[in-house]
């Protein structure tokens, strides 16, 4: 896929996955704008070009699109379901609500889709960002140098089933197994807080991590993610390591987060679709 020339605009929610985008454009010289969501985006967006933007500002930040001139634009970054009677938004915004609020009802994916049709009758065009940077995306293979057992396979071909099958109802993207038995799986809290319920079980207990993709995904956002901070809560939980969907996950930083899980001792696969580790 040839590379876009068209400058991108950056809604940049919280994490390092904004700031990999930013610093990818940078490297490759294409132009970008980033609107950092406040309280959400990391202080670091602000060595790049940008505004701040309360969330629910859906006026501000496409007037602040077409007036840096950007084009395409990309969501990028954690952005929990918002408690819509707390929201400020502006006129677009609350003109926006009782459509997100009706999508809410059937799952994240169809808000999603809402938020995303209003940026494309805009006149935006929406993009992933694997399209932004092509690295990002895990690879059909073991990536690390420690190997998963046996063991670690039946666990991850039991937790593939149990996430397809949370899939299938727009709970969530993840699960933690340990020989066949679930021991957690992911909801509207995410991957970090699952991993946290997982540190308190009995230390002698090590399971695998499984994240892919919902059967609706919406491709151009939240598409499984996961860095040197997620490699580093699997340890504190005891996991003996993860798998991710080869080409429907996203891995940030990855030369980083391998040597992380070689230093702790855990492994890496992406699976691909359709096959038994």
Do not use: N
Request: with cysteine.
């Amino acid at each position: 896929m040839k590379a876009s020339s068209a400058k991108l605009g950056i809604i940049a929610g919280g994490g390092d996955l904004p700031l990999r985008l930013a610093a990818a454009c940078t490297e490759t010289g294409r132009a970008f704008y980033v609107l950092a969501i406040e309280g959400l985006a990391k202080p670091d967006v602000e060595r790049f070009p940008h505004s701040w933007i309360p969330l629910g500002s859906v006026g501000r930040a496409m007037k602040l699109l077409k007036e840096t001139a950007c084009k395409e634009v990309v969501f990028a970054g954690i952005v929990k379901r918002p408690d819509f009677s707390k929201l400020k938004p502006d006129w677009r915004g609350a003109r926006l609500i009782p459509r997100m609020v009706r999508a809410a009802r059937d799952g994240d994916d169809a808000l999603l889709s809402v938020i995303l049709e209003e940026f494309e009758r805009a006149g935006f065009k929406v993009i992933g960002a694997e399209e932004v940077f092509s690295g990002l995306l895990a690879k059909p293979q073991v990536l690390t140098r420690v190997q998963p057992t046996d063991k670690d396979r039946y666990d991850i071909a039991r937790g593939i089933e149990t996430v397809r099958a949370l899939g299938r109802l727009d709970i969530g993207q993840g699960a933690v197994v340990c020989e066949g038995l679930v021991l957690a799986v992911e909801a509207a809290e995410g991957t970090d807080a699952m991993l946290e319920r997982c540190a308190a079980l009995p230390r002698e207990i090590r399971g695998v991590l499984v994240k892919l993709t919902k059967p609706a995904q919406e491709r151009r956002v939240d598409l499984p993610t996961m860095g040197v901070a997620t490699v580093e809560r699997a340890a504190q939980a005891g996991l003996a390591g993860i798998a991710m969907e080869a080409g429907g996950a996203l891995i940030i930083d990855e030369a980083e987060t391998i040597a992380c899980a070689d230093r702790l001792g855990l492994f890496i696969v992406g699976i691909a679709p359709g096959t038994e580790p």
